[in-house]
């Protein structure tokens, strides 16, 4: 079932706006979620590479940024430089797309500068990286905080925007722990309730956070070549008993979408079928991760957005066993991109070759250039 809106659009807009001439192409197929699960980067093998060639480069903001007169870029220095042998060696062209997690992971100079909050980790204990989390947050809702940055945005412009094999930067600033920036792990029990409270203490409010998110958006201007993604999820709001709803995320998506064209990618992270764990949020029409879903797609037609997806963990997707009906979901959603729940060793246990270039034909379908 398509939502009327979206019927109405197909009509009214018979061709997608034209892409800013000097545009990178947009990250398409089939992706490896984080740069650290590649197994043998010396002796990669072309097999899997040859259909797995989207990249996520996901840093913690403390390691880029050691100081406050000092960036360390080598990482992104380095994964070019590999994409850049892959082409001359063996004739594949590799792209990348940047994932800062700030937040719990923001260096404690900055921190110590725009002012800090504790924040409860528990629930996350199982998730990769936590044990290098700080117990603090930076007040990501501050105009110093942004401040800060947008200097990090433009220092990475600066050296990058021209740089081919970097397709796509995300939208983090906001982010406390997971690099999605409107996932704040709050709620009305337990562990998710202490963190609401924390917040709240600290001076966050639905409206601050709110404009944060905006500046961020515009903080990408300093991109000019560069697609700019998002993880488009539910607005939680900090509130306190706390509530999440879409309206307030439909219009950040319009925003962006809008603003950035065929350069915006709109997506999230947490791709599965109705049949996982959470999966009554994507149970078609009333679901609210389908509902999310419907309105990327009413993005791609008004404006010429992306779509992407990240599938969910291991554990909330179902396990591997549900990994074909997962990326046959993100076919019928229309992504271009969908990003794989695990390391290259655990995706070649589960998808043979044939498999991966078979779906990394599909989901290219779904995201003409």
Same mark, same amino acid.
């Given at each position: 079932m398509i939502p009327r809106q979206i019927i109405e659009l197909r009509i009214g807009c018979p061709e997608e706006p034209t892409p800013p001439s000097n545009a990178k192409p947009p990250l398409q197929g089939l992706c490896l979620r984080q740069h650290?699960?590649?197994?043998?980067?010396?002796?990669?093998d072309l097999n899997f590479y040859r259909h797995v060639n989207s990249?996520?480069?996901?840093?913690?903001?403390?390691?880029?940024?050691?100081?406050?007169?000092?960036?360390?870029?080598?990482?992104?220095?380095d994964?070019?430089?590999?994409?850049?042998?892959m082409q001359a060696q063996h004739g594949i062209i590799p792209h990348f797309k940047i994932r800062i997690v700030p937040g719990a992971f923001a260096p404690d100079w900055l921190m110590t500068a725009v002012g800090k909050f504790p924040l409860e980790k528990g629930g996350y204990e199982t998730t990769p990286g936590f044990e290098h989390a700080s117990d603090y947050c930076p007040m990501f809702w501050t105009s110093m905080y942004l401040d800060y940055w947008e200097q990090l945005m433009q220092a990475i412009s600066a050296e990058f925007d021209d740089e081919p094999l970097l397709s796509e930067v995300t939208v983090t600033a906001t982010a406390p722990g997971t690099g999605e920036p409107m996932i704040f792990g709050i709620g009305n029990s337990g562990d998710s309730q202490t963190r609401l409270r924390q917040y709240i203490t600290a001076g966050a409010t639905s409206e601050n956070i709110l404009a944060a998110i905006y500046r961020s958006i515009d903080i990408m201007d300093?991109?000019?070549?560069?697609?700019?993604? &998002? *993880?488009?999820?539910?607005?939680?709001?900090?509130v306190d008993p706390t509530f999440h709803e879409n309206e307030t995320s439909y219009e950040i998506g319009n925003y962006m979408a809008e603003k950035y064209r065929s350069r915006c990618v709109l997506g999230n992270n947490g791709l599965r079928v109705?049949?996982?764990?959470?999966?009554?949020?994507?149970?078609?029409?009333?679901?609210?991760?389908?509902?999310?879903?419907?309105?990327?797609?009413?993005?791609?037609?008004?404006?010429?957005?992306?779509i992407y997806n990240q599938t969910a963990s291991e554990n909330q997707m179902g396990g591997y066993e549900?990994? &074909? *009906?997962?990326?046959?979901?993100?076919?019928?959603y229309l992504d271009g991109l969908v990003e794989l729940p695990g390391s290259e060793g655990n995706i070649k246990q589960t998808l043979s070759p044939a498999t991966l270039a078979l779906y990394n034909h599909l989901y290219r379908k779904n995201e003409p250039n």
């Open positions: 650290e699960w590649m197994q043998n980067m010396d002796n990669p990249i996520v480069i996901r840093v913690y903001m403390k390691h880029i940024w050691v100081a406050e007169n000092r960036f360390e870029f080598g990482i992104f220095r994964m070019f430089a590999w994409g850049r042998k300093c991109f000019a070549r560069t697609n700019i993604g &998002i *993880p488009l999820t539910e607005y939680q709001h900090m109705p049949e996982s764990e959470n999966g009554q949020h994507w149970i078609p029409v009333t679901g609210r991760m389908w509902q999310l879903q419907m309105h990327y797609i009413y993005m791609k037609l008004k404006y010429g957005s992306r549900n990994l &074909i *009906p997962t990326l046959n979901a993100g076919l019928g």
